[in-house]
């Protein structure tokens, strides 16, 4: 049993907890929305805290940022116009920008985050705040999406968990605007957390999305800081571009000229196929 002081200890499931040790404490302060830290933890690189709650990390954030983006990316195939709600550390527009789009809107609350992670997490975001297309908005995500003339082909909810400030972004009323500004074909998707440890959070967009969409399921992937198994990102279409077929994503991936540490055109078809715990959160939950 290792002494725990020196660690940040996140216990976002009351009953079960992980532990980062801190070998350097670089930034702590409170925003007007949130607690914000940044330490270095000598596997993950620089780690950030919202409220104590891990948000990204330099060595893992590739993975969830990259199936987040170019799962809906390249299954649409013609993207133009992209909406990021949330994703203040600028990692999802970094993997977004990577693909020949005219704009992508984000949409984060807390101008503190994008600030601070231009300063402690430059990597992160890898130069997408300097880019002409990005059109970084600072307002609510769900009265955003409220008011919005819309016409996005691919939205990207990259929210907290839903307590404080990201809570509306789970609800209904936020869905049902996110499906009005689809352009046609267009595709939802959101973080939805670990099943197994957090089935509810998937479980309550899933019966929103079953409403709302004629295409509703979720695809998974493994992201070693949000513990307790694979992690569900939500999938919601009246498109069927989750059926485009292997050889024509392959076909898209190959000319695109990018390479990828976590996505590939096998793992965008494997990361739908769902175990039965979280296909029955998608069925029923
Ligand atoms: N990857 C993390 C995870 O899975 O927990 C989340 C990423 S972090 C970039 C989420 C961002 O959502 C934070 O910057 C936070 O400020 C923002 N956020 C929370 N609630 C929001 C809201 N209602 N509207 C817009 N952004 C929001």
Redesign the pocket.
Known sequence: MTNLTGWTVEALHGDYAQALREDELLYDSQTD??RLRVFHNARFGRVLT?DG????TEGD?FI?HEMLTHVPLFAHGAARRVLI?????G??AREALRHPLDEVVM????AG?VEFSKTYLPGISDGAFDDPRLNLVI????D?MRDTDGGFDVIIV????PV???E??FTDHFYGHAKRALAPGGILVT?N?VPFMQGDELAGTMRAFRTLFADATCYLATVPT?TGGP?AFGWGSDGDARRTDPATVAARVTASGLSFGYYTAEVHHAAFALPGYVARLVAEG
Do not use: C, K, R
């Open positions: 929305h949130q919202l709650v891990v948000q990204v954030n969830y709600v949330g994703g203040g550390d990692g999802m949409v984060e609350i807390d985050v307002a609510d995500g769900a955003f990259d929210s907290t968990d404080g400030p990201g509306v972004l973080q957390g949000y992690m």
